[in-house]
């Protein structure tokens, strides 16, 4: 898939099950325990889609208001740790990739197909209360937005208030402390801007 920054239109069940038996018989034993995972542990889940949990998944849900909300055709690869007190929001066609931890103490919101790579960290809260001696106590927590069709890259850590836009590119490593505009390539720590994307390849 070739990612434009354009909406796309929602795919419908229809498209999955082709897919399911276009792509082959290794296709399908891969493809098939991680469906039964995601039914099996469907109550973790406020939406009614089917996800795809990987091996060793952990979520954890904090308290009866915490909600994880998925879209159509997420997949949530294996050892992920999900953490939730507030709300996650995971658009259509998300990936999650190996050992990625996501904390959502408040809000967490990933747009549609998003791409997010093995190791990475996203996480509103810093967990403990800090004070500086020039500011007295910091803030701990703060919503993060990531827009549609966002690729970050492993090893990367989005921390807390931050906001990406639409069809930006994270590259491997980075740690995000401020907004991404939308179709930008960012990297580095702290990350900052390297260039325009024109698309990007899924």
């Keep these: 898939m070739v990612s434009t920054g354009m909406e796309e239109a929602p795919l419908s069940y229809r498209h999955y099950w082709q897919k399911f038996w276009e792509l082959g018989p290794d296709f399908r034993r891969w493809i098939v325990p991680g469906v039964v995972r995601g039914l099996w542990r469907a109550r973790n889940f406020a ?16 308290n009866r208001q915490a909600r994880i909300l998925t879209g159509r055709g997420c997949r949530i690869a294996d050892h992920c740790f999900v953490d939730v007190g507030g709300t996650l929001q995971l658009g259509e066609r998300v990936v999650v ?12 919101r990933l747009g549609a197909r998003c791409m997010i790579s093995w190791n990475c960290s996203i996480f509103d809260s810093v967990g403990h209360r800090l004070w ?19 690729w970050i890259g492993p090893y990367s850590i989005i921390m807390k208030g931050v906001t990406i836009g639409d069809n930006a590119v994270v590259g491997a490593g980075s740690v995000v402390r401020r907004d991404v505009p939308p179709s930008t390539l960012v990297y580095g720590n702290p990350a900052r801007p390297a260039g325009k994307v024109a698309r990007w390849e899924r």
Excluded: C, H, Q
């Design 47 to 62: 939406s009614k889609e089917i996800v795809f949990l990987g091996r060793d998944v952990t979520l954890i849900r904090r």
């Design 132 to 150: 500086l001696e020039e500011t007295g106590e910091t803030e701990i927590e703060a919503p993060i937005t990531i827009g549609n069709d966002v």
């Design 97 to 108: 990739g190996p050992y990625t931890r996501i904390m959502a103490a408040t809000e967490v």
